[in-house]
């Protein structure tokens, strides 16, 4: 009778089964490592865009928190002109001593320009403002001109200037008090009578 030994088949299959079973479980645990690693790097990306898109939110606050106060700025410092100019239209209506010319001044005065300092030097006049752009500065300066009050209107100084976190222009002129024009009598204006009655009968 012939004898066969298949300890070493069964051997060799069982060591076969057992590095087919060892691929597997290394295959799972890098599969796992790989999907764990994906959803890591997913999640560290998604923090890092909420981060930036934080920090780009606090800057545009930041930002608007700055116009809002540039503006509350502008405001009262409109309000401020606006009594100013209160007080010269009242002045214009009692024609109490220069309001007259100070009355075609404020009225010279164009929108988005200020006034912030008036000087007087015999008929010579200097002021000092500032402005949003260029355009309102020569607008002013023709304003002045045409008034009749005024003459020789000259630009002295334009420099950009920062002010309540607007960009805009400040400015100096000068100009001279325009002399009065004789009435149909050939007498000067209000000659003979006390300044504070010019122009009365």
Known sequence: MIR???????????????????????????GV????????????????TAKQQID?????LKALKSKIGAIDNLKKLQAEVKK???VLNQLRKEKIGPANRLAALSDAVPEKLWLTRYTENG????????AF???LIAQFMRNLQNSGAFSNVELQVSEQAEFGGV???KFDLSFVIATKKPDTNGKPEGAGKPEGNAGKP
């Open 33 to 48: 490592l790989v999907v764990a690693g994906a959803l890591y790097f997913l999640t560290v990306t998604k923090i890092a």
């Open 123 to 130: 008929p010579n006049v200097t002021v000092s403002g500032m």
């Open 133 to 135: 752009s260029e355009d």
């Open 167 to 169: 960009k805009g222009k």
């Open 4 to 30: 066969i030994n298949l300890l070493p088949l069964r051997a060799s299959k069982k060591k076969e089964t057992v590095r087919q079973q060892i691929s597997i479980l290394v295959l799972s645990v890098v």
């Open 84 to 86: 100013k100019l209160d």
């Open 56 to 60: 780009s939110d606090e800057n545009e």
